[in-house]
Nanobody, 116 residues
Framework: QVQLVESGGGLVQAGGSLRLSCAAS????????LGWYRQAPGKQRELVADITSSGETNYVRSVKGRFTISRDNAKNTVYLQMNSLKPEDTAVYYC??????????WGQGTQVTVSS
């Protein structure tokens, strides 16, 4: 079994920054990709950014140039640096781990609130 623990969420003013972390532990045999998703009230969960085992990254258009995803393979940890935050970035942010067998594990989520 794999456990994902997110941290780093909180309340920040518009224009501010936060750094989310997600540490994976447990029976980790292979990681294909790590990603961050978010879900705002009344909306569907959406991909924010992901990063493959080879370091390729992908971002949703609305965060390009403001957010940066990175990973530390030795620590099985993925980060999301969020700069120039906007009120529309307010959501619960979830970490997802995808194995090479395409099985997904999810974290419990961390709240990010951006005030105007």
């Amino acid at each position: 079994q794999v456990q994902l623990v997110e941290s780093g969420g909180g309340l920040v003013q518009a224009g501010g920054s936060l750094r989310l972390s997600c540490a994976a532990s447990g029976s980790i045999f292979s990681i294909s990709a790590l990603g961050w998703y978010r879900q705002a009230p009344g909306k569907q969960r959406e991909l924010v950014a992901d990063i493959t085992s080879s370091g390729e990254t992908n971002y949703v258009r609305s965060v390009k140039g403001r957010f940066t995803i990175s990973r530390d393979n030795a620590k099985n940890t993925v980060y999301l640096q969020m700069n120039s935050l906007k009120p529309e970035d307010t959501a619960v942010y979830y970490c997802r781990l995808t194995t090479h067998t395409e099985y997904n594990y999810w974290g419990q989520g961390t709240q990010v609130t951006v005030s105007s």
